[in-house]
């Protein structure tokens, strides 16, 4: 594309490395942006290089924050002997979103996925493991995704911590609330049957 | 959503603003731009900020430029007495990527569209009106699209340049090259057949 304008063609090129943004979209917003008061734009190209610059993640979640200890492990009514592994914070924010879990996060950043070439040691593993070594933590919760790449590193983290007297446990997989049976698919189904729990503990989540 | 992060809450605001974006999305953006390098992103914001402050329209055509005129108003080689007059920039640089026309462009900055409050005043035409009206130009092309808002903006723009001694034409509409005629729509097919050209015509442009 010819943009007859140097300062368009570089505005376009940085919004098009944005996951999912090509360069059509990318024009779509630059020329958005055209028509958008001065200071509005001015205020947004800031708050971009502010995030970056000034954010901080949690020393001891790894949950993003602007201190260095975030609001849920600063939190003294959240039981911090439970710990819920999640790979990134949007995880952190639909589980709190629930309004239903009162103890405090763990954030990996990633998955184990050798494909895309992250291994154990491009996640917050070590920390993970150093918690849960220093005592004191009861529960670990793992809450990753069920793909090949979750199941893995959910496997990972269950044989470095199966040596410290803790419990393991995973999130419920099952029939989403809502969902007809007939619709389900067979893993899902299968895994719903076997994994089934007893009908007065099922009242206890309503 | 909580985010745990002014800074992020922030960044995601504006993001969301853009056309297309709604909230995750936009959270999606900021988490990758929170994986990249610091001084890629700083870039990245700066890029903005100057796209708006730095960038020029061109005095005669309304096209965007880096000076006062822009590549195709500035080039000798270009046929200034053919206008053709299009929506906004997108429009010019399809129609340059064709390399098929050598006049010069009027961008209005719109359609006149009352379901948006956009009227004439709002947009690129007195300029054109006086473009017209100090001779030198033989033809003017409509090149709007082909809705209800397009045609309203040819009719107005006919209507006011019909005084002068110009030719004012629109660009040809009907079945586009390599389509089947079984799935044109009905009204596309029937102006294809009204507005029909001689054969030796249409061998011309290919």
Redo the contacts between chains.
Sequence with gaps: ????????E??VN?FS????VGKR?A????????K?K?TD???????????????KYCKSCH????KDS???CANSHRDNSIICVVE???D??AI??TQQYRGVYHVLGGIISPMDGIGPNDLNVESLVKKVSNGNVKEIIMALSTTMEGDTTNFYLYKRLKEYNIIVSTIARGIAIGDELEFADEITLARSITNRILYENSLLNK
Excluded: W, Y
């Design positions: 594309m010819n943009f007859s304008s140097k300062l368009v570089e505005a940085e490395k944005l996951p999912g979209t024009l779509r917003f630059v020329l958005h942006l055209l958008q001065n734009v001015e205020h947004f190209g800031k708050s971009i290089i502010t995030l970056r610059q000034d954010l949950n993003i924050s602007d975030c609001e849920i990134d914070i949007r952190v924010m709190e979103h």
